[in-house]
């Protein structure tokens, strides 16, 4: 659904892509992303899904965020946004959408007009004679 990429810190390089809601950013072990970085709290922000607004991001317990440079304690998070958690920066993306492939309906379409094709000629060349 999302994907996370963290620009500095320890992780700096890592990509998480979040399939579920709450999901938990923070020093501790058992977050859905644990950074070990300086500033950073063992629970320090959760990001949640809300159907009608879309992604925020909520900080826990007076933890010190910011979106994009901003200082924030809740916001709603747009794609390319840069979050800073401690001395850690990670960018907010939307996943990619996996498209299925169309090959098989493709090839029927194909193979039908080949058909429709083929029929014309027949009945052209029934009237001919």
Known sequence: MID???????????????????????????????????????????????????????????????VNGKQVEKNRLHNGDVITVGSAKIQFWLAPVPQHSLALRENLVWALLILITIGQFILILAFLH
């Open 4 to 66: 996370l990429h963290v620009l500095s810190g320890r992780k700096a390089g890592s990509r998480t892509v979040v399939s579920h809601f709450p999901f938990r950013i923070g020093r501790a072990p058992q977050n859905d992303l644990p950074l070990e970085d300086d500033g950073v709290w063992d629970q320090h922000l959760v990001l949640e899904f809300q159907p009608r607004d879309g992604f925020y991001l909520t900080t826990v317990s007076h933890a010190i965020a910011a």
